[in-house]
């Protein structure tokens, strides 16, 4: 089915229009109208009189602009209508929770190499949670369905421990989303006591391993310095935006 022409809208939204230009192309390239402003108040008046399927922001804008703009946006759209991906100098840990919090659906420290955002972008786009009363979540041919606990891999039934199932469950609610290990243990494992961060280490290993044997490990993703997220593999992103229209 082809998208709508507002689905197909990105906004980039940077001081530095020339930056973001080979980003704009590999978009423009990967199916999507791309446009790329400079000016904070203009790009806020773009969104509001056609809002866009996605907003690439950069977070270190002058004064308040980037701040600004996610509320604008927040605001105008309905809730998760519009995506909001922020590209920032600033990778310190408070920095993106500060952005996830406000509403951001990921956050992209500069620099950045080209494909890894595409992939985040990709992820972004393609998350597909169903409703709540179809509680599956998809991506590719890995599908967990909530209501019977069953996880297929390309039409085959994964024996997932029930840690394991949990992480990934969680994981998969939240593709594209950064989580460091204190999130994870205070999200997946709960109230229990007498854990550390290593216990999450080894869980997502023992996830990755039991993804492997279908090909499917490097979707749970290690950030370096950081936590862990579940994204589309940099290698296939490409593939995957083309294959959406």
Not at 21 to 28: F, G, I, Q, S, Y
Not at 143 to 151: G, Y
């Amino acid at each position: 089915m082809l998208a709508t022409e507002a689905n197909k809208q990105i906004l980039i939204v940077d001081r530095d229009v020339a930056a973001v230009e080979p980003l704009r192309l590999k978009l423009t390239d990967a199916g999507f109208v791309v446009r790329a402003i400079a000016d904070g108040a203009a790009a806020l008046a773009a969104v509001a009189e056609r809002p866009p399927r996605l907003v690439i922001v950069d977070w270190n804008m002058p004064g308040t602009v980037a701040l600004e703009l996610i509320q604008g946006v927040r605001r105008a759209c309905e809730p998760k209508a519009v995506r909001l991906i922020i590209l920032s100098a600033l990778s310190g840990e408070q920095h993106v929770v500060t952005a996830l919090n406000l509403g951001a659906d990921d956050y992209i420290a500069k620099p950045y190499s080209l494909r890894e955002v595409i992939a985040r972008i990709s992820a972004v786009l393609r998350v597909h949670v169903q409703e709540a009363q179809d509680p599956t979540l998809c991506c590719d041919e890995l599908v967990l369905d909530a209501a019977t606990h069953r996880v297929m891999a390309r039409g085959r039934l994964l024996n997932l421990r029930g840690i394991e199932y949990r992480l990934l469950e969680f994981l998969m609610s939240h593709i594209g989303r950064t989580f460091n290990r204190n999130q994870l243990l205070a999200h997946v494992w709960g109230d229990e006591c007498a854990l550390d961060a290593h216990t999450v280490d080894v869980n997502v290993q023992r996830l990755r391993k039991t993804l492997s044997e279908p090909g499917y490990e490097a979707y749970i993703q290690t950030v370096r310095g950081f936590g862990y997220r579940f994204a589309i593999p940099p290698r296939r992103a490409i593939t995957r935006l083309k294959s959406m229209f």
